[in-house]
């Protein structure tokens, strides 16, 4: 099985519910978000998927939540936007770029309140593309 993996940062900001000791606080995070896919085969130059198409997705994605306030996107709407979420979240709409690329999987990993050089807690997201 081969793997390809690349990673960005943001910033984004949140309001956890039902009301805890943020309640009417909006707090944020910075963050560190990895996306890894697998495939059992490269195509005929090597490549398992063109990365900078990967980088770009990624990219794209990091963009739109950067500097926002997580709770304002639908997919975040009816949900706590814990680390946990993010993680599925962001996979589930990256996953939705790599149909029929013939991948087997994807997995994103999420760093919360990441600093250099040592992350803080993480938590990942994994699915089957196939």
């Known amino acids: 099985m081969f793997t390809i993996t690349v990673r960005d940062r943001f910033t984004s900001f949140l309001r956890l519910a039902p009301p805890d000791k943020f309640d009417g606080y909006d707090i944020y995070h910075n963050y560190a978000i990895e996306v890894a896919v697998s495939g059992a085969a490269v195509d005929e130059q090597g490549y398992l998927l063109n990365i900078d198409d990967l980088s770009e997705n990624l990219s794209d994605l990091v ?67 196939e």
């Open 63 to 129: 963009s739109d939540w950067d500097g926002s306030l997580l709770n304002d996107f639908d997919e975040f709407a009816d949900v706590n936007p814990t680390l946990e979420l993010v993680a599925r979240i962001a996979c589930e709409i990256l996953a939705e770029t790599l149909e029929d690329e013939g991948l087997n999987e994807i997995r994103v990993t999420v760093w919360e309140s990441e600093i250099d050089p040592a992350p803080g807690p993480s938590a990942s997201y994994r699915m089957d593309l």
